[in-house]
């Protein structure tokens, strides 16, 4: 393998980890909400516009997805989810305490992936049931997100990866993976549109975690060319998701754009990069969960 594809995929997997985050447990869902918490690290970030009308009385929101939905590490982190590390200010709380009619069933789980959607997540301390059995025929409202941990990210990260360079990562592998992903995820939706006909479905895009330009920093130390492949794959995993939501015929919530400018090394990022404070390490902190709440009540409420 030359010294350019070595680059190449190690542009890759980085992105690749900074997609998800393996968890490993949940006790059930959430049905709760809460208050954003000002004063935590990363709390900033845009307002979460309320919803005073009775459009949204009594609707049943369900929430599936990953730890980008989760949000482990966003105190305070409800207690009952174990592993799973879902945090009370996450998106799902922050549109339900917008919409303050509605009921939230958050069954998102660190470490999930599209097979985790429609069968139990296996975790160190027991099985995570399938996202999918907390919707009904009576939910109102579905938001997914998830894609990012079917590549074994964070595996690759471990592993060789970082050391060797990539050597026996396939670049068409990458390539085929994002495809499934897109295949996986829409045979999701239809089986969540199946059990929930009436149900509005939004898939919610992946945000920018990657910096643009030719410049990292400490938290993505790498060099001009590896930064766009990185940057690259981060967009194309938010575009299989679109592809994924246009194939289902549902709505998409195009974070990448939302999050423009705040990615990594940005001035103001709503990513975490290598702190322990405020989210894991590359995940979105308190800001990041509120972009994402912000951009989908808008669509709700348009």
């Known amino acids: 393998m030359t010294s350019l594809t070595r680059r190449v995929v190690a542009g890759l997997a980085f992105a690749l980890v900074l997609t998800g985050c393996s968890g490993n447990d949940s006790d059930g869902p959430s049905v709760a909400t809460a208050e954003p918490s000002s004063e935590a690290p990363g709390a900033d970030g845009p307002e979460v516009r309320t919803d005073d009308s009775d459009d949204f009385a009594d609707q049943s929101y369900v929430a599936m997805g990953d730890s980008y939905t989760a949000a482990p590490g966003v105190e305070p982190t409800e207690e009952s989810s174990g592993l799973c590390g879902r945090s009370e200010v996450n998106y799902p709380h922050l549109v339900q305490g917008a919409f303050g009619g509605s009921e939230l069933t958050d069954v998102s789980c660190s470490g999930a992936t599209t097979a985790d959607l429609l069968a139990p997540q296996a975790l160190a301390t027991g099985d995570v049931p399938a996202q999918i059995d907390a919707v009904t025929a009576d939910t109102d409202i579905v938001t997914i997100s998830t894609g990012g941990n079917d590549f074994g990210a964070f595996a690759l990260l471990a592993g060789d990866c970082v050391q060797t360079g990539c050597e026996d990562i ?89 999050t423009q400018g705040h990615a990594l090394c940005s001035d103001e990022p709503w990513i975490n990069g290598g702190d322990t404070d405020g989210a894991v390490p590359y995940h979105p902190l308190e800001s990041g969960q509120r972009a994402a709440a912000a951009a989908i009540v808008e669509l709700l409420d348009s």
């Not at 939004?202 to 993505?220: K, M, N, R, S």
């Open 170 to 258: 396939d670049i068409a592998a990458v390539q085929e993976g994002l495809a499934q992903l897109s295949t996986n995820l829409a045979g999701a939706i239809a089986q969540v549109q199946e059990r929930a006909p009436e149900a509005r479905v939004l898939v919610i895009g992946y945000p920018q975690v990657v910096p643009a330009g030719d410049e990292g920093c400490d938290d993505v130390p790498l060099d001009a060319q590896t930064l766009g492949l990185a940057r690259l794959l981060n967009q194309e995993l938010a575009n299989a998701q679109e592809r994924a939501a246009e194939t289902a015929g549902v709505e998409f919530v195009d974070l990448f754009a939302a």
